[in-house]
């Protein structure tokens, strides 16, 4: 083969991969072993777009280059594959969901493939198969076996905890429980009947069934996690989410809140990715107090951070879902209350949390009493209150708070002052914008941090309340009424739940004849026939959430035809965790935090060594489609459509603008100031449609006029307005999309160039971890550096030709700088420049007409990562049957790349006139008589003697005639 055919060669080896299992991990070896990870990916209908490859491209590298080091690489890959869009359309067309995921990772697998990845495909996985969600269902059994006992700080079984009841009760149980827990002796619990253990253990359980405040979404019949919801609408679809109170499973995920926050601090991971599960999960230090409340036997808990400045809370809000907002509703304000509590449940929590803005509430008709001074404080309903942080429920003070300040001026309510003394106490203490100092007997003349421990004191001696770490997250909801996710291994008798034998396992989703609820508003599963444990007891018709299966995977990879466990002991043990995770940083508060909340936890079951599952982590950037625009006439959109380049058709909006007055001159000036895509003030879309192409028809932003007259009928016949005889088409960074028809499918890029150019082209873009518009333009550069390449090892024949003979001290040079810079990109992930250094390289071995076996081959080695397919090829050709995955990365060497040589700039009467190069350590006397004896200098002489001739050593020549 003498030309570049890079189509053959890569179909070639991809085979040759395949059969060869070139790419297959040994489960233990006595190699080190290094894990490289991909987020998996959710196999959707529309297949891969050069986007979503970007960060299998790095890991890949990453794999690869661990490899030649010669470690033992698992670089696996597998699929999210429940999920509510097949669901979405099993419901609109019939069809099993399962049948339209195998045919979505059909082609994701097949797209995978031609880019080349060197994923160990034997290991891969799929979440929607039984023989993995099993081990899903196994895991979920541990939670309910299991409780957090915060005296050893990990989770335990719960028959400990079921001994130690029968023993004591649960007077000294230090444990993770729900909030309403009682108390009760040894006695107590030996008289319980079996539905209120059943009960009481549910309290204690790391999974368990509860009442709790969901995102409830009527239009897609089921539940949303927070992160599925924006602007009160559910992500998919849009439609309207109201939060409604509805039993439900949960994971007690706040038992490991600590843990969380303090493992944060054992990892490489991204800040921002850290500060944002920081900030989920919300460690508050503080105190928890009670109010009283006039005419009932109920108190209002709240939490405070801000014990010191109880003397300044002038009212008490609720949020509109508490508990007791009906019990203290007085008649006289029930339909107020009723009316507002109807409209704050549409509001999601992300919503309530970031609007600052927006003041509404509505009062109780009660009131509390404040146990500090006695004070009588009404009682409010605002949805700026979260059910679910804290108590529920908060003590304003406006004076000392923004939101409690907006909230008492809406309302008329008072605003205690801050007198000058108590501003100045502020401004010495830390801390203490929040809030104020009301002078009183306890607190008088104190710091806040004196106050505190003062005021909690207080508090305790009272029974008023006590110290307390308060954490914003919440135990995460762990049910959806949906038909396309796990099943739960729970059946109810006698309303209890109930987990099935191990033996059991799997629980199958079972046939239903729609995948709608049912019509008394069940989850689709209620629509199985006869499907009851033992054809008797009910199972649980909610179906796990998609974090489920994603939540433990990357285990599953390292042992994955195992039938008996999840995973051997002893291979959990040799792969230990992920040594590279990269993923999307829209996932850090969930799939990121659910999973390492499940891997501590079966870390303390002592199924696996390491409390935490991704030492590294990295999160790519998105790779930003480059849209078109063709611009088509308004009045011509009723006839034959006319469109006018891009540059004509601004110049006929000025001329119909100008031509009707309506333009003033500053309008004018300013329109010369407005770039494409951001014309809210140019004319152009007064009389033009700006509309979307697909670019797949546009080449550096030229139209191909007749593939457009064929992708949509009505332009059949369209008539275009040319600028030098082009179409030229607007440019606008948008989101990849189909919408935006912006879309760019790598096969296309695989077909035309081939995956080499396409894998180095995308590390080429940029640094990997940013933003960065698709630009095909550039692409050429790339595939011309391949070529270049290939033609290093090729006479002007085409005939391979790689020389014996030993490199000279430039080739040395020009290898061993790229080997090193090579190594050290890897190292710290900085792929795009190896891709210059590459460039670099070839152009220089081109330059010096090297094609020495000495210096190409350990070359090839190098550039095997980036590219796999051509160095394959160039490694056979070599000589070498096996394949250069199992080659050695080179060892660059100090020596080579010292400078020893100096190119000096040669100036004839302070002109510069040609360039020479020396050694550094060549004699004066001998550059004398090279300068003398070069043509390109001594023709500016003139036929004149040199009168002086000025060296300045590894500086200047300097010749004066």
Known sequence: ???????????????????????????????????????????????????????????????????????????????????????????????????????????????????????????????????????????????????????????????????????????????????????????????????????????????????????????????????????????????????????????????????????????????????????????????????????????????????????????????????????????????????????????????????????????????????????????????????????????????????????AKHFNLPIVPVSDAQKDIDTQADNTKEGHYINSGIVNGLTYQEALPVLVKFLEENKLGKARINYRMRDAVFSRQRYWGEPVPVYFKDRIPHLLEESELPLELPKIDAYLPTETGEPPLGRAVDWKYNGQYEYELSTMPGWAGSSWYWYRYMDPKNDEAFAAEDIVNYWRNVDLYIGGSEHATGHLLYSRFWNKFMFDMGLVPEQEPFKKLINQGMIQGRSNFVYRYKSSEKTQPKYYSLNKAKEKAHELHDSLGAISQLNKEASNLVTEGKYSIHPLDEYFTRLHVDVNIVENDVLDMEAFKSWRQENAEAEFILEDGKYICGVEIEKMSKSKYNVVNPDDIVERQGADTLRMYEMFLGPLEQFKPWNTNGMDGVHKFLKRFWNLFHDKNGNFAVSDEAPTAAELKSLHKTIKKVEEDIERFSFNTSVSTFMICANELTQLKCNKRAILEPLTVILSPYAPHITEELWEKLGYSESISYASFPVWNEEYLVENTFEYPVSVNGKMRAKLTFATDTPREEIEKAVLADEQVTKFFDGKPPKKIIIVPNKIINVVV
């Open 1 to 407: 083969m003498s030309e570049y055919n890079f189509n053959q060669i890569e179909k070639k080896w991809q085979r040759y991969w395949e059969e060869n299992q070139t790419f297959k991990a040994e489960a233990k070896s006595e190699k080190p072993k290094y894990y490289a990870l991909d987020m998996f990916p959710y196999p959707s209908g529309a297949g891969l777009h050069v986007g979503h490859p970007l960060g299998y491209i790095a890991s890949d590298i990453v794999s690869r280059y661990k490899r030649l080091q010669g470690y033992n690489v698992l670089h696996p890959m597998g699929f999210d594959a429940f999920g509510l869009p097949a669901e979405q359309y099993a419901i609109q067309t019939g069809q099993h969901p399962a049948i339209t995921t195998e045919q979505n990772i059909k082609r994701y697998v097949e797209q995978l493939k031609n880019i080349g990845f060197s994923f160990d495909w034997e290991r891969e996985i799929r979440t929607s198969e039984p023989s993995y969600y099993k081990w899903t269902q196994w895991i979920f059994m541990q939670l309910f076996n299991s409780y957090y006992n915060y005296s050893t700080d990990k989770a335990e079984p719960i028959d400990a905890l079921v001994r130690v009841f029968e023993q004591s009760g649960n007077e000294k149980v230090n444990a993770a429980c729900d909030e309403d827990t009682a108390a009760f002796s040894s006695h107590d619990w030996q008289n319980y009947n079996e539905h209120q253990k059943s009960e009481i253990l549910l309290k204690y359980r790391l999974t368990y069934v509860a009442e709790a405040i969901v995102n409830w979404c009527p239009a897609l019949g089921t539940v949303l996690a927070n992160d599925e919801v924006v602007g009160g609408v559910s992500e998919r679809g849009g439609y309207p989410v109201e939060r409604k109170r509805m039993r439900q499973w949960m994971m007690r995920i706040t038992a490991y809140s600590e843990r969380l926050l303090q493992g944060l601090d054992t990892i490489d991971w991204p800040e921002p990715i850290k500060e944002m599960q920081r900030n989920w999960i919300g460690k508050s230090v503080g105190a928890e107090m009670a109010f009283p409340v006039e005419n009932s036997d109920e108190k209002i808990k709240v939490f405070t951070t801000r014990i010191d400045t109880v003397y300044g809370v002038t009212f008490l809000v609720l949020a509109p879902e508490h508990e007791l907002v009906e019990q203290f509703t007085t008649d006289e304000q029930r339909a107020t209350v009723e009316e507002y509590v109807s409209v704050a449940k549409n509001r999601s929590e992300r919503e309530r949390m970031t609007d600052v803005k927006t003041v509404s509430g509505a009062f109780t008709g009660s009131y509390a009493i404040n146990p500090f001074n006695n004070e009588r404080i009404p009682i409010y309903i605002a949805d700026y209150v979260l059910a679910g942080y804290g108590t529920g429920a908060v003590m304003a003070v406006p004076s000392g708070d923004q939101r409690d300040w907006n909230f």
